[in-house]
Structure formats: C-alpha cells, structure tokens
C-alpha cells in the first residue's frame, strides 16, 4: 500500500476517536474504563526486557483471546527456549488477566492504527515473527511488518457471517492485507472458505482446528475448581447451577429461576459470574435488592479455617422465605478464575446468549461435563452450538420462562442431565490437538535465529 493511503487511514482514525472521545471521557469517568496504556497505544513506545534474544510477539485483543494463549505460551517456552515471549492486548481486562497469567513476560497494550505509532512499536520490538489470535487485522500494521519483512502468522482464525458481509464490502483492501500474511490458520473448513474468497492465498490459509478445546480443563478436582468450593463452602450434597459470562438482564433470568425452584430443589445453590467486571457491584445490588443473601468470591478471607457466614451480606428477606432458609447467592467478582468455577457446574447456563451478544464460551463448561444451557443467540459460536445440539449434547431455550423450565426438567431427570453433560465432554474431548499444529506452523515461519 502506498505512503499516501497509511496517511488517509490516519485521518480516518482520528476523526473516529474525536466522534467517540465523549463516549471514552464518561466511561472513563463514570465506569472506570479506558485510564490505561495511552502512551502506548498512541505513540508505540514499547519496551522489551530482553532486546539481545530474538522475539515472538503474540497480539491478543482481550480476556477471550489472552485466555486462549495459555496454552500456545506454555508450549512456546518449551519449544522456542532462547525467545523472548512479548504479549500485547487491547483492553485494561484483558491486561490485568494477562499479567497475571504471565508474569515471566513482558505485557503492554497494542499502538493504535496510526502509522507513527505501529512504526515507533515496530522499530522497539524488531519481532522475529508476529503471531495475532482470531482476526485482529489493522491494515497499517500489518502493512509496517510486512514492509519489514517480519513474518505474520494468524492463529485460531475465525470470520464469522456478518463479518464476512461487512469484509466483503471492502475485498479489495482484505485482499491486500491477507496475502500479507505468511500463514492464516483457521478453526475450520468454513473460516477458511471465508478468507479464500476474500483473497487469501490458498496455500497460505490452513485448518488447524479450535485452539481453544486444548486447554479445556475436564477435571473437577483441579486445584482451581476446588479452591473455590472450599471458599465457597459448597457441600457435595449441593447441586449448582453457574450463570457465566452473563449480561443485562441475564442475572435477572437466572436469580429469578432458582428463587422459583428453591422450594422444589431445596440443595440448589446459584453461582453469578457476569461478562464484565463494571457490572460486580451492579449485580450484587440486584440480588441485595431482591431479599437474597449474598457472598463475594473477592470479600471472601483467605486464612484458614475462616467461616463463610462471616462474609454474608444480607438483605430483607425475599417475599415468601425467612432468612434463615434462604442460602446466600454466590457471586464470582474476581478476573480469570470463570474457567475453574465452571467445574462446579451440574447445570451451566452460557449467558451472551439471551442478548445480542452472540454468545460467549461454551466449551469449558462442556469440558466438565456440565448439563448446558443456551439462548438462541449464538452466532459467535455457531459451528460448536450446531456441533453440540446435534450430538444432544446442550439444550436451546429462548426467554426466562423457558431456562426456568429447562432447567426444572434436568434437576428432575438427573440421569437425562448427566448424559447430556457427557455428550458434551466427549464432544470437547475430540476436538483437541489445535495447539500442536498451531505450534508447528509458527515454527516454520520463524528464521534459524528465533530457535531454541
């Protein structure tokens, strides 16, 4: 692409930022949002701890993709040992989770899409090979690395339909910047079509597989899923329903759903984990605001021994219960522990589904073996949900009445329950080996240098 086009883009950008700077101002104010990584994200100034080692740089947008890395890096430090592993996100989330995760690497928020600022990054880093996960393709970046012969490698590919609707309209900018890249792997067949007809080199784009099946966790007893148990101080006799990954007004769906089952199911205890971090003290005030008790994972002590009740925060008993009989809702409020909270899981229910969302993960929750419930609205993940319900593996339901009934029905038939939680652990269980194929792929991109 010619100097004069990174400079149009330029122009493009600013004027979305300046239409959208009140939007960022308030959430800023308000919510908490967007207060960090600015002088890397508009300047480029980046900064590695080991500058004299070749380098890999893996670019994850937010806490999906970091998430879904874990096992790309785990394997990377084994097979690339002399390679500095450099990781860039997009989001304050999806930083705070990767720190945290990697603490043995250097994290930073990726330059925004202006040429002085993927240029200053570029210049910084001298990456020996760039490694992007899903779609994330900004077109002056991509342009810098390439013109810097520096080996881009698209990893876990998807392109959804609306996606490739809206690419379609610009095909002939999408073509410029894929066969840019030296390799597009994809989850599937149909990803891969998609890139193809946009114009993807044919022999560049590859099926590799869902990444995201390898590091599925499918052991109840791992030492995350029973830390929280203990914290929680959920009985084995308890049968627990998780609402993950929830958005407005999915909490309401859910609470609203074991209040109304409580008197049936008296051992049903109820787990929140709501998409967003704004939105912990806004969930807690609903369940408060409806007459039910409620325990923070994060007001949760730490020390031994420590009692649950201590931490309880009450409410004015809902209409219909005392408050002695009324268990307290748990709400997950800490950042990266939802994967390891979906083994406590009889029932699973994916929120994202019942808004526009398009859903969220479900895999994990399959992964256990949980019974899965799902809204409608799952085009995010549409190949899995079809993979799934055709295997009798999650059932579909479409507003509040119909989880609550859905999920009336598994606590009633628990043998039904267990096999459609089984169904969906098989399903996981044959899909994984992404990550080796993924690794072996990046390997052939990178010069002699970058290996161990």
């Known amino acids: 692409m010619p100097f004069v086009f990174g400079w149009l883009l330029n122009g493009i950008y600013v004027l979305i930022l300046t239409a959208v700077a009140p939007v960022l101002v308030y959430r800023r104010l308000a919510q908490g949002k967007y207060r960090h990584g600015w002088k890397e994200k508009l300047t480029g100034q980046l900064r590695r701890q080991h500058p ?3 380098c890999l740089w893996f670019h994850a947008v937010s806490v999906g993709e970091v998430v879904q890395l874990q096992r790309i890096i785990e394997d990377a430090r084994q097979r690339f040992p002399s390679a500095e592993l450099f990781i860039t996100v997009t989001t304050d989330t999806g930083f705070e989770v990767a ?4 603490p043995n690497h ?3 928020y990726f330059p925004l899409d202006f040429t002085w600022a993927v240029s200053a990054a570029l210049n910084a880093i001298r990456p020996d090979a760039i490694v992007l996960v899903e779609l994330e393709l900004w077109p002056n970046f991509v342009f810098a690395a390439h013109r810097r012969h520096i080996p881009l490698v698209l990893i876990n590919g998807r392109i959804g339909e609306k996606s490739f609707r809206g690419y379609s309209r610009i095909k002939w900018l999408m073509q410029q910047i894929l066969v840019c890249f030296d390799v597009l792997a994809v989850q599937n067949e149909t990803y891969a079509d998609r890139l193809r007809r946009l114009g993807a080199p044919t022999e560049r784009v590859i099926v590799t597989g869902n ?4 590091r599925v966790e499918t052991d109840r007893s791992n030492p995350k899923t029973a830390e929280l148990r203990r ?4 009985a084995d006799t308890e049968q627990v329903l998780v609402a993950g990954s929830t958005q407005d007004p999915e ?3 859910a609470l609203a759903a074991w209040a109304a089952l409580r008197a049936e199911f008296p051992n049903l205890r109820l787990i929140l984990v709501p998409r967003h971090k704004e939105r ?3 969930v807690a005030a609903l369940v408060l605001d409806r007459g039910y008790p409620l325990i923070r994972r994060s007001r949760l002590s730490s020390e031994p021994g420590s009692n649950v009740n201590d931490q309880t925060q009450t409410a004015e008993p809902a209409e219909g219960m005392s408050a002695g009989r009324i268990p307290p809702v748990l709400l997950l409020d800490t950042l990266g522990d939802l994967a390891a909270c979906w083994g406590l899981a009889e029932i699973a229910f994916v929120g994202g589904t019942l808004t526009n969302r398009g859903g969220q993960n479900m895999i994990e929750p399959a992964g256990y073996g949980a019974a899965l419930v799902l809204g409608p609205n799952t085009w995010n ?3 899995i949900t079809e993979a799934l319900v055709s295997r009798n593996a999650a059932r579909v339901v479409h507003d509040a009445n119909g989880l609550r009934e859905t999920i009336r029905e598994l606590l009633g038939r628990p043998v039904e329950a267990n096999q459609l939680g089984q169904a969906a652990q098989s399903f996981v269980q044959s899909q994984q080996g992404a990550v080796q194929r993924t690794l072996d792929l990046i390997d052939k991109t990178l010069s002699r240098t970058t290996r161990g």
């Open 52 to 54: 004299d080692r070749p």
């Open 99 to 102: 720190k945290s995760k990697y």
């Open 106 to 108: 250097t994290v930073s």
């Open 211 to 214: 990444i995201k099946f390898d």
């Open 231 to 234: 914290g929680f101080q959920l």
């Open 251 to 253: 909490e309401s769906y």
């Open 280 to 282: 912990f003290n806004e």
């Open 381 to 383: 993940f549409k190949d």
